[in-house]
């Protein structure tokens, strides 16, 4: 379902939370087949290529994680994205360029549905 995934480390990460105190273990971006390259712009690190998937120490930490991305989208339209974790603290960050149908296809493998 996905390709060309780009595995971050501490010096790439965007974010600067890899392997920092309260931040994720790893964490890889996607491309989204049927996202037109146009549409998802951003450098080879960012989730706006089609999305990324950022391992936390447990749920409750990926959902705090979750729950900060809403509420910067509430507030920033342009940062609004898919988001979902698992009871692992594995978060999934869809860009805003995927469709909702592409969403939830890539999400469906991700929840295990």
């Given amino acids: 379902m996905a390709v060309d995934p780009h595995s971050s480390t501490a010096e790439s990460d965007p974010n600067r939370l890899l392997g920092r105190p309260n931040g994720y273990t790893s964490r890889t971006t996607f491309t989204i087949p049927g996202v037109e390259a146009s549409?998802?712009?951003g450098d080879v690190e960012g989730c706006?290529?089609?999305g990324c998937a950022e391992q936390w120490p447990d749920e409750?930490?990926?959902q705090a994680r979750v729950?900060?991305?809403n509420e910067i989208g509430k507030?920033?339209?342009a940062a609004v994205e898919y988001s979902y974790v698992r009871e692992d603290g594995l978060v999934l960050r869809i860009a805003k360029?995927?469709?909702p149908t592409q969403a939830e296809r890539v999400s469906?493998?991700?929840l295990g549905e």
């Fill in 39 to 41: 549409d998802i712009g």
């Fill in 48 to 50: 706006e290529r089609g």
């Fill in 60 to 62: 409750e930490a990926g």
């Fill in 67 to 69: 729950d900060y991305i």
């Fill in 75 to 77: 507030r920033l339209p």
């Fill in 97 to 99: 360029a995927a469709t």
């Fill in 108 to 110: 469906a493998v991700f």
